[in-house]
């Protein structure tokens, strides 16, 4: 019984919250979550854990609602944005069912266009630095010494520290066609520029002797309607005047999933696979909804692998699109009513991401 919890428990650290899937801005947030096991009593389960969790994706495939604009790979006008996150979050154990988490994400983005440029060339956009910081608070809903499944709830905050202003030269632009120092795309600045509120819902339960079932629900709440970052969306077109600000939109991720544990020869290895859905609400919980924002979402499948030995648990996963949406925005909405016709703005997202990481525990 003991390592089926520990099976469960590991498929948990998969959990990361680097959401980034494309234009579609969903920020990097730090690697969170649970500790590596449920402890065998109390003493044990005091401690610290460092994870580290990187990130990769390329996106460039263009959809307008669920339907993707093929022509925009054959004309060579999609949007590219490559991205790379490293998550490093310290979590405190307090016992075995309080802990303490402090997350902050490491970014490195790179986005090729010719729409950003004049229309003329293409040329690319670059941001680096921190991401906004995380600190979040864990407990167990259940005792974790006598049960064979679990709940585990958290509640934090989301700090503004990542650069949301972040700048770059920019082509063909201006009175003069000539350069400027412009701010980046919202899908590639490095904060949002809000206070956040984060909650979360981690769960397992154990199935049989090998198999278990997870599951995590990520929300964050952005009460901040917009950051004062000007996007120059509105020079254009007219009627994206209402997008000349970036927005500061909440974000959220659900995962369903199942994990086999191995024995044997292959002992400390854990397969896991599930489903994944990410994305950005058409209009915030609370606050305005106001400014420039793509919302929409990615639903993927998401196969994974773990591997444990001694205090030490890496891992590796890599969610692959089954279904991409760009949804209408509230400007979208706007101009539809105003003139009569469908308009719908496009996202470019990836066709997979790569997650890597490991989890140590002192």
């Known amino acids: 019984?003991?390592?089926?919890?520990?099976?469960?428990?590991?498929?948990?650290?998969?959990?990361?919250?680097?959401?980034?899937?494309?234009?579609?801005?969903?920020?990097?947030?730090?690697?969170?979550?649970?500790?590596?096991?449920?402890?065998?009593?109390e003493a044990a389960a005091k401690g610290w854990q460092l994870n580290v969790a990187g990130r990769y994706f390329k996106s460039f495939r263009h959809f307008r609602g669920d339907e993707e604009q093929k022509e925009r790979l054959?004309?060579?006008?999609e949007v590219i944005n490559w991205q790379y996150s490293l998550d490093l979050t310290l979590l405190r154990q307090f016992d075995?069912?309080?802990?303490?988490?402090?997350?902050?994400?490491?970014?490195?983005?790179?986005?090729?266009?010719?729409?950003?440029?004049?229309?003329?060339?293409?040329?690319?956009?670059?941001?680096?630095?921190?991401?906004?910081?995380?600190?979040?608070?864990?407990?167990?809903?259940?005792?974790?010494?006598?049960?064979?499944?679990?709940?585990?709830?958290?509640?934090?905050?989301?700090?503004?520290?990542?650069?949301?202003?972040?700048?770059?030269?920019f082509y063909n632009v201006g009175p003069d066609g000539g350069t400027e120092q412009r701010p980046v795309d919202q899908s590639i600045q490095l904060g949002d520029g809000g206070i956040g509120a984060v909650t979360e819902l981690n769960a397992f339960y154990t199935l049989g002797q090998f198999l278990s079932a997870y599951g995590n629900v990520?929300?964050?709440?952005?009460?901040?309607?917009?950051?004062?970052?000007?996007?120059?969306?509105e020079t254009l077109s007219p009627m994206l005047a209402n997008e000349?600000?970036?927005?500061?939109?909440?974000?959220?991720?659900?995962?369903?999933?199942?994990?086999?544990?191995?024995?044997?020869?292959?002992?400390?290895?854990?397969?896991?696979?599930?489903?994944r859905m990410e994305g950005v609400p058409v209009e915030d919980v609370f606050g305005s909804s106001s400014g420039f924002r793509r919302p929409g979402y990615v639903q993927s499948l998401e196969p994974g692998v773990s591997y444990f030995v001694s205090k030490v648990n890496v891992f590796a996963t890599v969610?692959?699109?089954l279904k991409r949406n760009r949804l209408q925005s509230v400007t979208d909405k706007e101009n539809s009513l105003?003139?009569?016709?469908?308009?719908?703005?496009?996202?470019?997202?990836?066709?997979?991401?790569?997650?890597?990481?490991?989890?140590?525990?002192?």
């Open 96 to 169: 075995s069912r309080w802990s303490v988490g402090v997350g902050l994400p490491l970014l490195a983005n790179k986005r090729s266009s010719l729409y950003e440029h004049g229309r003329q060339e293409r040329h690319s956009s670059n941001s680096a630095g921190i991401g906004d910081m995380r600190i979040v608070g864990y407990r167990w809903l259940l005792n974790p010494l006598q049960t064979k499944g679990n709940v585990q709830l958290g509640v934090g905050v989301k700090l503004p520290t990542g650069n949301y202003r972040f700048e770059d030269t």
């Open 218 to 233: 990520y929300y964050l709440f952005n009460p901040r309607g917009q950051n004062g970052t000007r996007t120059y969306r």
């Open 319 to 321: 969610p692959m699109a």
């Open 1 to 41: 019984m003991k390592k089926v919890l520990l099976s469960a428990a590991l498929i948990l650290l998969f959990y990361s919250q680097s959401f980034a899937q494309g234009c579609v801005a969903i920020r990097s947030n730090g690697m969170m979550s649970c500790t590596l096991e449920h402890p065998a009593d």
């Open 74 to 77: 054959e004309k060579h006008t």
């Open 338 to 362: 105003a003139t009569g016709k469908d308009v719908h703005g496009d996202a470019a997202f990836s066709d997979y991401a790569v997650n890597i990481g490991c989890a140590i525990k002192f």
């Open 244 to 275: 000349a600000i970036m927005s500061v939109p909440d974000q959220y991720m659900v995962r369903l999933g199942v994990s086999h544990n191995f024995t044997g020869h292959l002992k400390g290895l854990v397969a896991s696979v599930g489903g």
